[in-house]
């Protein structure tokens, strides 16, 4: 599959539509007058994260800023490490995953929490804003180690650190995180869970997919904080980002919905394709095994590499313009976008119009 995409695969300026030519003065201007932001959202990684693979597979997306929502393995205190050494900007909220066993903060030596903690530093924006003034928005994060539902995850953690007791104390501090966001900045908002409310079918963005019937397992909390922001501030609210939920669904029910355009002007975003990361090599390798049966697979050297997964969102002029499920090859050096699949437009660009 991947290798026929990689065939027809369309350039990226196409794609982007964001590489006017360069001799066309008018489009140059109408180009650099568009104040444009390209993020990338890394889904629940799950162990799929190799440094120099992403590094080389976002120099080609070229976003300018890099959001994670978190599970980033069970405590795997060297892969968040790896994380925090990506140079992009980028904020990251930890998951359920990040505080696997660890229930308390240790006493006398670090626990793997308190080592990812600071890792991560300020770029962990869970209960906190981290301000981009140069792209004009901030991100606020959620709820850390969340697992959804109606229950806070790792209750003593979140009481030892932070202070939160129950959801609604856990709703006033991401509330608390947005206020003081700088008037003429978007708020985008990172969580490791989605919010309540946003329907309670087994597919649906936040829907319980274990459980004949489904259910709503979102955070109450954040839906709260973010219905309170709406209602008391004047902070535009354009996006929502995060993960948990993955987008294949158990049992083989099929694929989760993985975008909900909000009534309230909130676009609902999760991120967690999981598995991130494909390895080009071992589908060559099966491939090889189903055809020629019991002979030894001959590997292919430059179908060698990964296709990795990463949601990308522009941000043209303050309005969101376009969300898409991105999956880029990298083999050897050689990056290569494989596939898009829209999730949300808001049509060609008067730019494109243009060319
Ligand atoms: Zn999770």
């Not at 240790?106 to 530093?121: F, I, P, S």
């Not at 792209?135 to 979140?158: A, D, H, N, W, Y």
């Amino acid at each position: 599959m991947f290798m026929s995409a990689l065939l027809h695969a369309p350039t990226l300026c196409c794609l982007f539509g964001s590489c006017p030519s360069p001799s066309s003065s008018k489009l140059k201007n109408r180009f650099l007058m568009a104040s444009s932001v390209r993020i990338a959202v890394v889904g629940d990684v799950h162990d799929d994260w190799n440094l120099e693979e992403d590094t080389k597979a976002l120099q080609l997306l070229r976003p300018d800023l890099v959001l994670f929502t978190g599970d980033f393995g069970n405590e795997n205190v060297e892969l968040v490490r790896s994380i925090a050494d990506l140079k992009f900007a980028k904020a990251i909220i930890l998951g359920n995953h990040d505080a696997w066993s660890t229930q308390q903060f240790a006493q006398r030596r670090k626990d793997r929490v308190q080592l990812q903690l600071e890792c991560l530093g300020e770029e962990h924006v869970g209960y906190r804003r981290l301000d981009f003034p140069m792209l004009k928005l901030s991100i606020v994060g959620g709820r850390p180690f969340s697992c959804g539902g109606e229950q806070l995850f790792r209750k003593r953690l979140l009481a030892e650190r932070y202070g939160v007791h129950d959801m609604n104390g856990s709703a006033k501090r991401i509330y608390e995180a947005a206020i003081g966001t700088p008037e003429d900045h978007l708020v985008i908002l990172l969580a490791h869970n989605g919010p309540t409310g946003l329907g309670s079918n087994l597919n649906d963005i936040c829907g319980k997919d274990w459980v004949f019937g489904g259910g709503d397992h979102g955070d109450p909390d954040l839906a709260n904080a973010i219905s309170h922001l709406k209602e008391t501030t004047k902070f535009s609210i354009p996006l929502v980002v995060f993960g948990h939920m993955h987008k294949e669904l158990a049992h083989g029910n099929g694929l989760r919905k993985m975008i909900v355009l909000g009534t309230d002007n909130t676009i609902y975003l999760n991120g967690a394709i999981v598995p991130r990361v494909k390895s080009l090599g071992d589908e060559q390798k099966t491939n090889n095994r189903s055809f020629m049966n019991n002979e030894i697979p001959v590997t292919i050297p430059e179908a060698e590499g990964t296709v990795r997964a990463f949601t990308l969102v522009e941000i043209v002029d303050g309005k969101l313009e376009k969300i898409a499920e991105t999956w880029i090859s990298v083999i050897g050096d050689k990056t290569t976008l494989e596939e898009e699949n829209i999730l949300f437009t808001t049509g060609p660009r008067e730019i494109d119009a243009g060319i």
